[in-house]
């Protein structure tokens, strides 16, 4: 199986930043995307952005010129830093990561994989 360990977040005042990190491991032979979503009790999961293993980049459009997605591929992690908070950014950022990695059979087998979600709190 893949495993996402997110890190960073927290308390931050309005107009400050904040960092995000999401590392995959496992037996990956591949990370197609990774990115960052928001879910609100009830609702489906909102992109806030991504990013491929080629560099293609989606941002939710009320964070463009403030958050910047980049990953690492060699270290299976992206990043999300967040500048210029609101306080409507505060929310749980879960991680996600697909591609495909070696199952316990040792066959090629695709994962969609989710964070345990990671709590970023912008006061006003």
């Known amino acids: 199986q893949v495993q996402l360990v997110e890190s960073g977040g927290g308390l931050v005042q309005a107009g400050g930043s904040v960092s995000l990190a999401c590392s995959a491991s496992?037996?990956?032979?591949?990370?197609?995307?990774m990115g960052w979503y928001l879910q609100a009790p009830g609702k489906e999961r909102e992109l806030v952005a991504t990013?491929?293993?080629?560099?293609?980049?989606n941002y939710k459009d009320s964070v463009k010129g403030r958050f910047t997605i980049s990953s690492d591929n060699a270290k299976n992690t992206v990043y999300l830093q967040m500048n210029s908070l609101k306080p409507e950014d505060t929310d749980v950022y879960y991680c996600?990561?697909?591609?495909?990695?070696?199952?316990?059979?040792?066959?090629?087998?695709?994962?969609?994989?989710w964070g345990q979600g990671t709590q970023v709190t912008v006061s006003s």
């Open positions: 996600n990561a697909y591609g495909i990695f070696t199952n316990s059979g040792n066959f090629p087998e695709v994962f969609d994989q």
């Open positions: 496992g037996r990956i032979i591949t990370i197609n995307e």
């Open positions: 990013i491929t293993n080629t560099g293609k980049i």
